[in-house]
């Protein structure tokens, strides 16, 4: 855990991010779990034993870690901003039912040819979202 911490604190300062114990809290939230949570969901989970987060602290932490490319924002219901920290190109599975969330290996569909689209519209990138059931809601 000490390593892991150290080494949190050394991937923000390679992104030349101030460490300050709200980023740390948040991103180490974050790289710990792989349920995409929202703003609310990490409060919860910080509040356990960070009483003093705020939701307005979270969002400016998640704010400074999405400028430097250590956590991006996923859409993928209208109006909720969900947040990862698996910033490699990756697809992800929603299920319809229970709302859960789980990454899909970029490699597991083939290439899209982004220059099939209609002259005129330049692509630059995608990745896919699955909508189904997963496996407990189709048990
Ligand atoms: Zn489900
Ligand atoms: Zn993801």
Same mark, same amino acid.
């Given at each position: ?19 300050? $114990? ?7 939230? +974050? ?11 990490? +409060? ?6 960070? $009483? ?11 704010? !400074? ?10 859409? +993928?219901?209208?109006? =909720?901003?969900? #947040? @990862? ?8 599975? #929603? ?7 789980? @990454?899909?290996?970029? @490699? ?5 040819? +982004?220059?099939?689209?209609? $002259? ?7 990745? =896919? ?5 997963? @496996?407990?809601?189709? !048990?």
């Amino acid at each position: 855990m000490q390593q892991e911490a150290s080494a949190i604190v050394q991937t923000l300062k390679s992104k030349g991010l101030r460490v300050t $114990p709200q980023r740390f809290a948040v991103y180490a939230n +974050l790289l710990s779990r792989a349920d995409h949570p929202t703003v609310e969901q990490i +409060l919860t989970d910080l509040n356990k034993d960070f $009483p003093l987060s705020s939701q307005a602290t979270i969002y400016s932490s998640l704010q !400074a870690l999405r400028e430097v490319g250590l956590v991006r924002e996923v859409l +993928l219901e209208q109006g =909720v901003s969900r #947040y @990862d920290a698996h910033i490699e190109p990756h697809h992800h599975f #929603y299920c319809r039912q229970c709302g859960a969330i789980e @990454d899909i290996a970029w @490699d597991t569909f083939e290439c899209i040819q +982004l220059n099939s689209l209609r $002259p005129g519209l330049r692509g630059e990138s995608y990745e =896919v979202t699955i909508q189904g059931l997963c @496996d407990r809601c189709n !048990a």
